[in-house]
């Protein structure tokens, strides 16, 4: 079956480094593939989204560039931020009737300032 | 706008008890999701409705778990008897008609612990 597997975590940064979260996964067909963020205390959130091969999804300066030939879709930012300590998860969605979103595990980043 | 609302945020049962979550989408949301985020299995799909279609339901952990949607807008996941293996976050999502949009909006969740 479909599935997705990223990077453990935690991962503990300093303010204004370079962040990657690596995320590969295994499906059939052409699947969108998606990266969700989970505040503290807050619902998730998506961050980005890419649903073809090669589109490279962004927002808040993350990016993550759909590759078919790796199968991966790696989140990644440029200077982090405080703020964006939180539990990143990227998932895929199958085309078809039902679009369920299947999710990573899950990886928890910490910022220090 | 108004986004998802779920209630309760948090639902403490005893074990055997049957309990029941409300989700109320996006107004005009024709597709209706339900995931359970736990510590030993993280985020799982457990339903899907999409306008009066019906309802896929091959995510259920098992017979114990039921959901309905009333009028296409809210929806309503029933567990009975439950374990303390069903303690978990429960999700849900919804998202426009899937040919124009499928961006899933999730709500808070709702908190349920079995003792």
């Known amino acids: 079956g479909d599935s997705v597997t990223q990077m453990e975590g935690p991962v503990t940064l300093s303010e204004e480094a370079f962040l990657t979260i690596n995320c590969t996964y295994t499906?059939?067909?052409?699947?969108?593939l998606f990266w969700y963020v989970q505040y503290p205390g807050e619902g998730l959130q998506l961050l980005l989204k890419a649903t073809k091969a090669d589109d490279k999804g962004s927002n808040k300066g993350f990016e993550a560039t759909y590759r078919k030939e790796t199968t991966s879709f790696h989140l990644e930012k440029g200077s982090v931020q405080v703020s964006d300590s939180a539990v990143y998860f990227c998932a895929l969605a199958k085309s078809g009737s039902a679009r369920q979103l299947t999710f990573g595990s899950g990886t928890q980043l910490t910022v220090l300032p | 706008g108004a986004g998802v609302s779920q209630s309760p945020s948090n639902k403490v049962t005893e074990k055997g008890k049957d309990v029941e979550l409300r989700c109320d989408p996006i107004s005009g949301h024709t597709a209706l999701y339900w995931y359970r985020q736990s510590l030993g299995q993280g985020l799982e799909f457990l339903i899907y409705?999409?306008?009066?279609?019906?309802?896929?339901k091959s995510g259920l952990p098992s017979d114990r778990f039921s959901a309905e949607r009333t009028g296409g807008s809210v929806s309503t996941l029933t567990i009975q008897r439950t374990q303390q293996e069903d303690s978990a976050v429960y999700l849900c999502?919804?998202?426009?008609?899937?040919?124009?949009?499928?961006?899933?909006?999730f709500g808070p969740g709702t908190r349920l612990t079995v003792t």
């Open positions: 499906a059939t067909g052409y699947p969108s």
């Open positions: 999502a919804s998202s426009p008609d899937r040919g124009k949009g499928y961006e899933q909006y």
């Open positions: 409705f999409q306008g009066n279609s019906a309802p896929d």
